[in-house]
């Protein structure tokens, strides 16, 4: 009986804490599909995670950012097909509407979008098919966001900037099972 009750206990508290709130929920049901949008071996801060006050919030809620050099190689994170090319903006312009950004469409019919590219940075030609790995375009600071960083999103719909981004993992770093920690350093591993 003394075990049945501490088992109850126990199991009770795993419950409670696996369920912090319906935000987490929803990020730890997605599926691994995409590798750190920069090549193996290379590592870089999370300057901004999912759900942040600062911009991560409304349609953008599930993005990440890197902190990162203009000039940095960018890969693909997921097999697709690039379906939309702008970088024609200049970095430091700090304009909101003026990122330079690099589209690839997924077979299962969502979108990456590799937003603040330096001028003239994607790498890629519309049409090209891309594998994970794949140098796609160059980070850089273009329109609004602060210090060089990339800007990393997934959504459903290639409508516009506001198209509203959904939950995804990376499965070719350190472990974390609520999504990436702003701060945190993550190492691009071998896949």
Not at 123 to 135: N, R, S, Y
């Given at each position: ?25 929803e990020a730890l049901s997605v599926e691994a599909k995409y590798v750190l949008p920069y090549p193996v071996g290379r590592e870089y801060i999370c300057s901004q995670a999912f759900n942040d006050s600062y ?137």
């Amino acid at each position: 009986m003394k075990y049945s009750v501490t088992f109850c206990v126990l199991f009770f508290l795993f419950l409670s804490c696996k369920h912090q709130s319906p935000e987490n929920d929803e990020a730890l049901s997605v599926e691994a599909k995409y590798v750190l949008p920069y090549p193996v071996g290379r590592e870089y801060i999370c300057s901004q995670a999912f759900n942040d006050s600062y911009s991560h919030n409304g349609t953008f809620r599930y993005a990440v950012d890197f902190a990162m050099p203009i000039g940095t190689l960018i890969t693909a994170a997921r097999s697709g097909h690039v379906v939309y090319i702008l970088e024609s903006y200049s970095d430091y312009d700090q304009t909101a509407g003026h990122e330079n950004v690099v589209i690839v469409f997924h077979e299962d019919s969502t979108y990456a979008r590799y937003v603040h590219l330096t001028t003239d940075g994607a790498l890629v030609k519309i049409g090209q098919a891309v594998m994970p790995g794949d140098t796609i375009g160059l980070s850089g600071n273009s329109g609004s966001g602060g210090p060089p960083h990339l800007h990393f999103d997934v959504t459903n719909t290639n409508t516009g900037r506001s198209d509203q981004t959904i939950p995804f993992d990376f499965k070719n770093t350190i472990q974390h099972p609520i999504g990436l920690k702003e701060g945190v350093s993550y190492k691009a591993f071998p896949y």
